[in-house]
Structure formats: structure tokens, C-alpha cells
């Protein structure tokens, strides 16, 4: 089965990758697949497969698609498989991708909703999220390394001092995140643009 | 509560959609405030064990949406919000998305795109930060987050299982 043509730039081919393209079916079962596995957010595992495991973007572009995701309205992951699958598949790769993230869960959420309604007891569930949620964060960090790595390799340019501004901001400083963003982000794309 | 609760499922759902900026966590408080002062559709334990339910299943964490929903209104519900909640934001960065490709080589848009990388990894890196922070209530729990971080960042091995081992150490209470 072999992906419509998109009415969308090709990509371009990077140097040194074997980047590779996705048909329909394999994007319905790469995100299927990241959002089972995705207990305490979805972005570590949808870099996993994208980036590792099928060779789909590269580190760079992956950076960018998701910090594109990250600044549209709505939830980060859902707007990245629309992203995603609308640059590689034009309208039906994105909802076949949207379609993979959000079937599974819904079946599993509304089988664990019956069950409440049912039985309505946490305890048990509450004490075992405790410790995947312990391990969630340690992943996110991990992928945090992951995703910085491309931009530090490059030397310290405008990027990682913004970086590690927004950082400080949110984390130690408490700003809301709003704040943040809307003053950060007009500084860090004029520099860009100079540095271009 | 008159007529059918499908409408301002949807109504309510739609408009969070659009500007729930900044993820499903961001969105949490307002989720809060409509669904439990202002339309009374569940209590506020309700409301804390349908967070810990999204939270503990698979997936993105908006679909805390569905639980409301299901809650509310069963299984038209559930779809009927969870459509609401993934539609309109969806439909916006489909929009976005086409348009951004179309212009893959413009001086601006590779300007605002490296431009907003490093903003969003030093958010990401914030968000970690902060979940830890609240999370880990013990030097075991810290230890797990500090492990897995190690083996999710140094090797490939498959982070399920170790997610698999953290929720039985999690079940005995240790954490």
C-alpha cells in the first residue's frame, strides 16, 4: 500500500540519513503502538519510533515538528500526529495517524471508566501509578537529553542560552508558561533570523 | 438540568480545545472549574479519580476528556467530548501544518522554526523539572526517576519493562 501524493513540499533528503517514508497502514501502527506504550505522556515513545526505530525524521526534524506542536492550541502529542501525519500522507495521513493515537486509548479508558462505575476503588491503582509515574519522569528526562543534544552539538549559538532561559523561567522561577513563551520566543526568533 | 448534556459537552470541550495552549496539563484547572463548579456534573473526588484514571492509562492525558464525558453521559458521552476536545485543535494544525510545508524554504519560516526549538526543549525540560518535583515523594521514588532516566538515555533497552517493575514496587507501598 503505497501513501497518496501530498500536495506538500517533498522532503528534503538529508545527507547523511536513510530517512525513510511511512504508507498509511505502517502510521496507523506506529502511533497505535506509541500510544499504547505511552503510560505518563507520549513523547518519549513517539521519538522512540520515529526517530530510532524507523528512521521516519531525523533528530533535527523531529525537534521542530514537535516544537511546532507545542505552540498550536490543544494537546502536544495529538496536534504532532496531525503534523506528522499531514506531512507524510497530506489529510488521510493525518487522520490515520490521529486514528492510531486516540483508538486505543479510548477503548482502554472506557473499559477502565466501566470498571469505576463498577467497583470504584483507586487504592490499588493509585499506589501502582506512583511508581510508573516515577519512572514516566525519568524517561521524559531522558528524552529531554535526547532532543537538546542537536541543538548543544552545534556549538553555543542563540539556542541553548534561550534554552536554558525558559528552563529557569518556568522551572525555578515559577513564571506562568505563557509568559514565558511570549517573551522568549520573539528573542529567540529575531536571533535566528540575524544568524541566518 | 434541562435538555440534553451533549450540547455543553460539546460547547465547553470545543472552546478549551482551542485554547488549551501549553498541553493537557495546562488545561487541567479550567477542566476543573467547568466541570465541577460550574455545571455540577461531578464532585470534586469524582474529578481527582478520573485524573488518576487518565493518568494510569496509555495514551495522551486528554483523555481525561472521555472520562468526563462518560461520566456525564455514557458512551455518546464519551465521544461526543472527546471529539469536541481533539476537533478543533486538530483541524487548526492541519491547517497550520500544510501551510508551514508550503513554505519550507521562506526566510521567515525558518527563522520562527529554529527560533521556537529551543523555547520548546527548555519548556519540556521544565515540565520534567516540575513532574519530579511534585512526584517523587521519597528518595526510592527519586531513584526510580533517576534510573530510568539513565537507561531510557544511555541504551535501548525497552523502558516497559522497568515501567512494569516501578508499578510493582509502586503496588507494595514503598514509594
Known sequence: MSGPVAPVAPVAPSPSSTITRPTLSELFRAF????????GGALPWAR????????WMTAEEFNEAFALSQFLPGP???????????????????????????GPPLIIVTVLAMLYARFGDLEMLGRILVGITAAAIGLLIAVVAKMAAPLFRKGWDWGPPVAVAAFIGVAIMQWPLPLVFVTLAPISIALAWVKR | MNGSPLLPLFGYFALLSL????????????????????MHWMNDRQF?????????????????VTLIGYHVAGLPGAAVATAAMC????????????TWDRFKEARWRIAIQAGLVPVSLGLIAASAFVLARTADHTIYAALITGITALVGFATRFNPLWIFAASGLLGL???L
Open chain 1, 32 to 39: 497505535a503502538i506509541v500510544s499504547i506504550s505511552g503510560f
Open chain 2, 48 to 64: 481527582a479519580d478520573s485524573f488518576a484514571i487518565a493518568q494510569a492509562s496509555p495514551g495522551p492525558n486528554i483523555i481525561i
Open chain 2, 87 to 98: 476537533g478543533p485543535s486538530c483541524m487548526v494544525a492541519f491547517l497550520v501544518a500544510r
Open chain 2, 172 to 174: 507494595t507501598g514503598w
Open chain 1, 48 to 55: 522512540r519510533k520515529i526517530v530510532e526505530q524507523k528512521c
Open chain 1, 76 to 102: 502536544n502529542v495529538v496536534n504532532f500526529s496531525v503534523v506528522f501525519g499531514s506531512r507524510f500522507g497530506g489529510a488521510p495521513g493525518a487522520a490515520v495517524a490521529l486514528a492510531g493515537l486516540m
Open chain 2, 19 to 38: 485554547f488549551a495552549v501549553g498541553g493537557a496539563n495546562a488545561a487541567i484547572p479550567e477542566m476543573h472549574r467547568i466541570a465541577v463548579e460550574v
